[in-house]
């Protein structure tokens, strides 16, 4: 079922004439933007069963931790041995197309420098051969990932703070130069050429990915109430970073765009994630700015705020809540009870207020 998924959406850019950089160990599939409308009815959720561990909220069964998909008990016990590995990815047009993001369990995207926004994307479920470009750390990732249990961070560096953050509260790190599994790629321009392979990267985590509790509570019954959505969502994360998102019932996710162009991944999976979150987060400037002068942006992660949850073709108003920097982040309905997700892939979006 796997392969007709991927056929289905290889098919429907062949449709739309899209075509994708060339990479260099691996030969890629095509990126994914919007599909065609002639193409077959293809069940994203359905696909997924068989990859993800844990039961997971009104999932029945073990289920994958980060995405709250079934699974069997040889699949779970697979993945108590399996890392959790986050990859910290350019998210500016000039370094399109991304590779792997599609096959993240979990996306979340922040702002940077200069209006711009980067990506750290968590990876379980699968272990791609090709995830990026790579790109610098930031403060924000050892909020996100010091309550993840052992997670590992790939990246190509970053400032003094930084890394003594990750350190820290914990948070593995696995930097270009310094750990096999990162390459740079000879189709690309610096600083937009380092790759990351996961499967030989999660080989040099600590630990594998165990979680006591999990993130996020998932439902294939979508929550009571909600407004449908009709054409698109705009969050715009900056004057100079703005995204829509589509639903696409077809691939039971949602389909996005940045600055008016399809955000696309190369990979097994297109970037369709069943959830959509944006957390509306305070921010300031930091002390530190880029080689251009740009200061860096600082976010306040501890506390709670407003947010939304799109699902299903539907928007869903929510509070997320954050106790501490090392406690999980959490999702609640506006009376306080547990947000339930759709299984599947979820794309959390920190837009600054």
Known sequence: MHRTRCAAALAAVAALGCSAEPAPQLPPPPGVAEPDSSSQPDERRAEQEGEGTSDVSQVAGPAAPLTGVPIGEGRQQELAATPLVAVKVE?????FPQHGTGDADLIVEHLVEGGHTRLTALFHTTQPEQVGPVRSARLIDADLLAPLDGGVLAHTGGRIDVLGALATTGVGSLQ???TPGMFRSTYRTPPDNVFADLAELGSHAEHPYRPTSHLFH???TPPAGGQTVSGR???A???VSRSTWRWEPRLEGWLKTLNGEPHNSVGAQPLAPANVIVLDVEADVGDARDTAGNPTTRYDLTGTGTATLYRDGKSYPARW???APVA???LESPDGASLLLAPGPSYLQLRPR
Do not use: A, I, W
Request: hydrophobic share 20%; net charge neutral; charged share 25%.
């Open 91 to 95: 998210n500016q047009l000039s370094s």
């Open 176 to 178: 270009h130069g310094q």
């Open 218 to 220: 998932y439902s294939d």
């Open 233 to 235: 969502v705009e969050v």
């Open 237 to 239: 994360m900056s004057p």
């Open 321 to 323: 809540r954050k106790d």
């Open 328 to 330: 999980p982040l959490r």
